[in-house]
């Protein structure tokens, strides 16, 4: 794989832990409380999608209360996400260019 970085979450990384120091939720911030968290926020995104057919599925984004309903829980996870790799010192960026390429090769273009 020929690129630099992929994402760069050292940003978000750092604002997170800026948002959750004053309000000590660091000692909330255990890795199995911050996955059991991210999945309860996957659960919340699922819940939007869970009766739609699949074409209504492709347009949710057209409903503009349902669009923002969705971009807040995509936040929730993506910052659930970055906060348990944080805490558990995972660069995400090298995590994902791994799976990737052990994807290419289990999976390779026809």
């Known amino acids: ?16 832990e800026d948002f959750a120091r004053p309000r000590s939720w660091d000692q909330f911030h255990s890795p199995k409380n911050l996955a059991m968290a991210l999945t309860g926020e996957v659960g919340e995104l699922v819940e939007i999608f869970q009766w ?13 209360a349902r669009a923002m309903h969705i971009q807040e829980e995509l936040a ?35």
């Open 76 to 110: 929730d996870v993506t910052i659930y996400l970055v906060r348990l790799a944080g805490v558990l010192g995972v660069d995400l960026d090298a995590a994902v260019k791994d799976k990737l390429a052990k994807n290419a090769r289990k999976y390779p273009a026809p």
């Open 1 to 16: 794989m020929n690129v630099s970085r992929l994402i760069d979450t050292a940003g978000l990384q750092s604002a997170i």
């Open 52 to 64: 739609l057919t699949e074409a209504q599925s492709r347009e949710a984004m057209q409903d503009p």
